[in-house]
């Protein structure tokens, strides 16, 4: 008998962009998308969104196989709304079938990503490429960087996701690949939404461009594999991947400095000796 197809529910919120899809990620298969403001407005639209492409598709919270997030690099609010959320649902599911809830399905963000990419060179005709560069916006003047190779069995990581300064893009792409490995100009893409901002910076890497953003359809062809392979976890680590700690060091030290400075504003101003 064929396997029964499986219904998946997709959120993308690492960008300014959100992305939820329901489906079964299987080629050919229908799809319900929904593409709209993310950022700050994703915890206000998120659940909304979800309940009216449940409704379209005619579908319950409790009939879906499993939840799929991206789990970041990305914005730190919009990964923070999608783990709470898919941890709310996952565990509002459970019932007798299912005790624990619905399984969940991080996804890197970049891998997400780099299948937009694939699935948009295909859509305009292009060649298929063998390596490709997933960049992603970090600000701070800096990128999300991962590389990955494209083989039979899909997508592999060739350089896991990493912070990069635009003027070392091209030394971390030469470091990501053996130092024998051939590129080729035809089949090497680059893909993300860093080039109007960054492309300057590293334009004499060769390939292809690919102006994308990951999405919540590139979550659902990349989930039939990944559930397959056993990387479904339970609700409680439904946890975002931050590649940046920066932030919070950056924080905790201007915490420190604030402090610093009003010691020293309540400490009583030294008095000059007389002159006597």
Not at 109 to 138: F, H, K, N, V, Y
Not at 228 to 246: F, I, N, Q, T
């Amino acid at each position: 008998m064929p396997a029964p197809t499986l219904k998946l529910l997709a959120i993308e919120t690492s960008t300014d962009t959100l992305s939820v899809a329901l489906g079964s990620g299987a080629p050919g298969e229908p799809m319900w998308q929904h593409t709209g403001p993310g950022a700050a407005q994703a915890s206000l639209t998120l659940l909304p969104v979800i309940q009216s492409l449940l409704a379209e598709a005619g579908w319950t919270l409790q009939e879906l196989d499993a939840l799929v997030f991206a789990r970041g690099p990305g914005s730190f609010t919009g990964l923070r709304t999608a783990c709470a959320v898919v941890q709310g649902l996952a565990y509002g599911a459970r019932g007798p079938q299912r005790p624990d809830g619905l399984q969940v399905l991080p996804v890197d963000t970049l891998q997400a990503l780099a299948r937009e990419s694939l699935s948009l060179q295909a859509e305009a005709g292009g060649p298929a490429p063998r390596r490709i560069a997933a960049l992603l916006d970090a600000r701070m003047g800096e990128l999300y960087v991962a590389a990955y190779g494209l083989s039979d069995a899909g997508l592999v990581e060739q350089s896991p996701p990493r912070l990069c300064a635009p003027g070392d893009v091209a030394e971390w792409w030469r470091s990501a690949w053996p130092a024998d490995a051939a590129h080729d100009a035809r089949t090497d893409l680059l893909a993300g939404n860093v080039f109007d901002g960054h492309g300057a910076e590293f334009s004499e890497v060769p390939g292809q461009r690919q102006p994308a953003l990951p999405t919540a359809r590139a979550l659902l062809q990349l989930a039939p594999a990944a559930l397959a392979e056993g990387k479904a976890v339970p609700p409680h680590l439904a946890l975002p991947l931050y590649v940046r700690d920066k932030v919070a060091q950056t924080s905790a030290e201007r915490e420190q400095l604030r402090r610093e400075q009003l010691a020293r504003l309540a400490a009583p101003a030294p008095v000059a000796p007389l002159d006597v």
